[in-house]
C-alpha cells in the first residue's frame, strides 16, 4: 500500500486543506483523510472546503467508519469513533 | 421513498441510539441517520454503539458526505457540513 494518508487533529482546518491538496497533485492513486472522536466533523469540513472550493473534479470515494479502544487518562480503555475518507482526483 | 430517518441534534446520544434500534426493528428498509457541523462526529458515534452494542449483524451502507447553506445568526449565509449514515438490519 502506498497510501497517502492525512491524519486530523488540532491545527487549523486550512492547514489539513491545504495537505489534502498537495497530496492529491502528488499522489497517484487515492489520499486518505482519517480522524477520530471529535475531530471527524473537521474531516468533513476539510474534505468539502478541497472538494468544493479547490478541486472540484475530486472525488470522493470509499468512507469508512470504525470503533477504535484508546488508553483513557484515568486508566482503562475507552472507544472512540473514527473515519476514513478516501478522495482523489 | 419510504424511509426512515434520524436527524442528530444536541440531546444525549442514547436517545438516538434508541430511536435507531427501534427503527431498525420496525423498518422495512435502511434507517438514515443525519447530522451536520459538529454532531457529525455524535452520528457516526451513534452508529458504532448500535452496531457494536445492540445490533451486531446490522450493516452500515453508504455514507454521504456533503455541504448545506444555512443562514448564520448575524445575517449572510455559511456552509455546514452534512453526514447522512445508512444502515440495516
Chains 1, 2 share one sequence.
Request: proline content about 1%; hydrophobic content about 40%; glycine content about 8%.
Amino acid at each position: 500500500m502506498s497510501e497517502n494518508e492525512v491524519l486530523v487533529g488540532k491545527k487549523p482546518l486550512m492547514s489539513y486543506v491545504l495537505a489534502v491538496i498537495t497530496q492529491l497533485s502528488e499522489a497517484k492513486g487515492d489520499v486518505v483523510i482519517k480522524a477520530r472522536g471529535r475531530s471527524i466533523s473537521s474531516a468533513v469540513d476539510i474534505v468539502q472546503i478541497v472538494k468544493n472550493k479547490f478541486a472540484k473534479d475530486a472525488k470522493i470515494g470509499e468512507v469508512k467508519l470504525g470503533t477504535q479502544e484508546v488508553e483513557a487518562k484515568e486508566g482503562g480503555k475507552i472507544n472512540v469513533s473514527t473515519i476514513e475518507i478516501s478522495i482523489r482526483k
